[in-house]
């Protein structure tokens, strides 16, 4: 496993962005798959996007495509999420997961992942 903390979330205004960044920890941050998913109150966690260990393949939900981009440093052990456009049906806290050589896909499909951050609390007003 590796441990994961987030950062950058925060109020924004609709149609304003955000970036989000997740540090992970350890040595094998290449070999991992990073994603983020959400949860609004009252609402169960979805899945918002991956992006593979391997390739740098990426997965998007419908609902953030062409808006939202998840990239990644491995020399940093950092993927981000950049959201642009951002909707108050955006707002949800984030968390970022890993899981070691799993496709981007599976992870869409409610694969199990190894590891969660505590999640950061992204809040766009109307």
């Known amino acids: 496993q590796v441990q994961l903390v987030e950062s950058g979330g925060g109020l924004v205004q609709a149609g304003g962005s955000l970036r989000l960044s997740c540090a992970a920890s350890?040595?094998?941050?290449?070999?991992?798959?990073m994603g983020w998913f959400r949860q609004a109150p009252g609402k169960e966690r979805e899945f918002v996007v991956a992006?593979?260990?391997?390739?740098?393949?990426?997965y998007y939900a419908d609902s953030v495509k062409g808006r939202f981009t998840i990239s990644r440093d491995n020399a940093k052990n950092t993927v981000y999420l950049q959201m642009n456009s951002l909707k108050p049906e955006d707002t949800a806290v984030y968390y970022c997961?890993?899981?070691?050589?799993?496709?981007?896909?599976?992870?869409?499909?409610?694969?199990?992942?190894?590891?969660w951050g505590q999640g950061t609390q992204v809040t766009v007003s109307s």
């Open positions: 992006i593979a260990w391997s390739d740098g393949y990426t």
């Open positions: 350890g040595r094998t941050f290449s070999s991992y798959t």
């Open positions: 997961c890993a899981d070691r050589w799993r496709d981007p896909i599976a992870i869409a499909k409610g694969a199990g992942v190894d590891s």
